[in-house]
């Protein structure tokens, strides 16, 4: 049981905008930064977006990121095939002390 | 380029430890955060702790207290994680990662140390 809690799976077509929900509590999203991450199948995570809505350089425009209150969401847009990948939200949690992360979301694109 | 380059595969014992290294370039080594974090086949990303090398100072996620232990090496650009009384769901992938302070996003990976436990 993750602490913040991701739907298990979303999907899309080729060109559509797909999000992607996080939801946390008031120690950790409600309180600090989101961070995004994309894994790829077999690979290492990827930062994706962090403190909330920033890209890191190389990161495509096509992703971005929201948090209001004790949720947080990422967005693509224009969703391409190479977009399939699990995506992970995480944030730091002043009650345990530590980074959460939620339970993942796998991306398919149809 | 900024990397970081992990140990290779290990397979351990039930009740045995371990000791995943990971080497960083590219960088100042003292200027960021390592974390390490855990994922078993098939699972979701489990945060284990945080070292920063700079001080030495570690924190560790209470699911893991008294059972690891995050080092490092400033001559080398290295650091450590360690865990011990291994038991067989403790076999995952391990990854370190570099963030530039608590709560940062990462956003340098190493690329990973497979640990599996089997009598």
């Known amino acids: 049981q993750s602490v913040l809690t991701q739907p298990p799976s979303a999907s899309g077509t080729p060109g559509q905008r797909v999000p992607i929900s996080c939801s946390g509590s008031?120690?950790?999203?409600?309180?600090?930064?989101v961070n995004w991450y994309q894994q790829l199948p077999g690979t290492a995570p990827k930062l994706l977006i962090y403190y909330n809505n920033q890209r890191p350089s190389g990161v495509p425009d096509r992703f971005s990121g929201s948090k209001s209150g004790t949720s947080a969401s990422l967005a693509i847009s224009g969703l391409q095939s190479e977009d399939e990948a699990d995506y992970y939200c995480a944030a730091w949690d002043d009650s345990l002390n530590g980074v959460v992360f939620g339970g993942g979301t796998k991306l398919t694109v149809l | 380029q900024v990397q970081l380059v992990q140990s290779g595969a290990e397979v351990k014992k039930p009740g045995a430890s371990v000791k995943v290294s990971c080497k960083a370039s590219?960088?100042?080594?003292?200027?960021?955060?390592i974390n390490w974090v855990r994922q078993a086949t098939g699972q979701g990303l489990e945060w284990m702790g945080w070292m920063n090398p700079n001080s030495g100072n570690t924190g560790y996620a209470q699911k893991f207290q008294g059972r690891v232990t995050m080092t490092r090496s400033t001559s080398i650009s290295t650091a450590y994680m360690e865990l011990s009384s291994l038991r067989s769901e403790d076999t995952a992938v391990y990854y370190c990662a570099r963030a530039p302070g608590l709560g940062y996003g990462m956003d340098v990976w190493g690329q990973g140390t497979t640990v599996t436990v089997s009598s």
């Open positions: 008031s120690s950790n999203i409600g309180s600090n930064p």
């Open positions: 590219g960088y100042t080594f003292t200027s960021y955060d």
